[in-house]
């Protein structure tokens, strides 16, 4: 069995400064697909200023996770289950980030651990910038006889609705080695035969948070009129692997306040569980 | 009437460390255009491990440029015109490279100025890497009483002789606003506005140094089995715009030691005067 250390469960990571200038914002932009006639994505001396895609949030975040800080991890049972983000300022076109991190829950499923990691940024005026929140299975690691956590309310687009967008977008076959770059090095979505070696994929997978960064600038566009502002969270479930070079489908239904989301590659459902609150 | 310096000519700049690491190399591999097949030139963890395309060498030249040595320059009279690698040593897949650069002529053309521009690099063991020359066409920096310069032999593919190597390659829309992030960010090549402004362009163009490395990429595969330490000397002469997008085909003809190269977009000569050596 893997062993966790459940003693550092709430206990807070060290601030560390993630700090970016405009080129990180473009490759991750360029990284998630964003096409030419998105400027504001794209270009630093864009006329109202560059824009940053709230999803970022997730590169400054992993490097608050400190995963190892649950001891030694095999990376390989390891699986990024699902993906928030909570967003209360947008990020300046270039700046530094005071990152927080915290395992707050580490739930006992049987088969696998459950690990709920949080982390928040801050800006250097001490301005609440987001906060993430990234849940892990980690196969092979339950079974230590801790609480099985709260049962989740399922949340799916109702049955026979057209939604109220629907965005599609065709993912390049470098979209993987070109996303790597943001600082996610496993070779999972680049080593074909390190791909293959899991017997789970044909071949290289696209980055889940790719994806997630794909379906936030759907959001964009779909909900919120193409103003990152207007965006304030976003949570999806990882339901199924994406290889570079898929289209995705990324759908939205109003639902009280809130989108229902669904990123779907034909008729498979790869986020899953989804909503997006905008404002 | 521009006015240049002419006193630097010949004297060389300061040496500078050009760093850079296996994240740089993919970046420049990427910005060329590289597909997901060519895992030599993306993936850090390669069997045989990372290979640099030899025109990164453009990339580590331009930081030993220092074309202000020429006092105060209107960048949107400057015009790249000519480049040239010579290449002694296959760049490691990460490094320092010692850089420097020196104005070695400026010739008099009567309406411009043409500025010859060296630039050398070196590892750290004090290992020749590469050389570079680039020639730029100052427009209305001319007449200054200066030496025109030695006529240039003109380059051409023989007439209705099949090439021995012919490739093509797509450029994507995103081309320019990937390649601008190796470190040349004038706005010609993503702002709309500032593109339309010359008159000359209908749109932002593709940085020629782009358009250069596509075609040294099509070299090491079409005429060195895709092994880069056996190019030894490309050189040749932007002819004509590229806007992102488009679909270049590079070709080379054998010839007494040489390939004679040449790269067009349709029937149009992009790349001229230019030639290859391999070993």
């Not at 993912?171 to 899991?198: K, M």
Request: net charge neutral; charged share 25%.
């Amino acid at each position: 069995m893997k062993e966790l250390d459940l003693s550092i469960i709430g206990k807070k990571s060290e601030e560390i400064i993630f700090k970016y200038s405009w080129k990180d914002v473009v490759l991750y932009a360029l990284g998630i697909g964003t096409k030419i006639d998105e400027l504001q994505f794209l270009y630093e001396g864009y006329s109202n200023g560059l824009k940053v895609i709230p999803s970022f949030a997730c590169i400054a975040a992993a490097r608050g996770l400190q995963l190892r800080r649950l001891g030694k991890i095999e990376f390989s049972h390891f699986v990024h289950g699902e993906q928030s983000i909570k967003l209360y300022k947008p990020f300046t076109p270039s700046g530094e980030i005071i990152i927080q991190g915290e395992i707050s829950n580490i739930y006992d499923k049987g088969k696998a651990a459950v690990i709920h990691a949080l982390v928040s940024g801050y800006n250097s005026n001490k301005e609440h910038i987001f906060d993430t929140e990234a849940v892990f299975f980690y196969i092979g690691a339950g079974g230590f006889g801790g609480d099985p956590g709260p049962k989740v309310e399922p949340i799916n687009p109702p049955k026979g609705v057209n939604p109220d967008f629907s965005i599609s977008y065709d993912t390049d076959e470098t979209q993987a080695a070109l996303y790597r770059l943001n600082g996610d090095f496993n070779p999972l979505h680049i080593d074909p035969e390190f791909a293959g070696r899991s017997g789970r994929f044909r071949g290289p997978i696209l980055h889940g948070l790719c994806t997630y960064g794909i379906a936030t600038r759907a959001i964009i566009y779909g909900a919120c009129d193409g103003k990152v502002e207007r965006l304030k969270e976003f949570k999806a479930r990882f339901t199924r692997e994406v290889y570079p070079g898929e289209r995705l489908t990324i759908e939205g239904w109003k639902d009280n306040g809130r989108y229902i989301i669904q990123v779907r590659k034909d008729e498979t459902v790869v986020l899953s569980n989804a909503y997006a609150i905008v404002e």
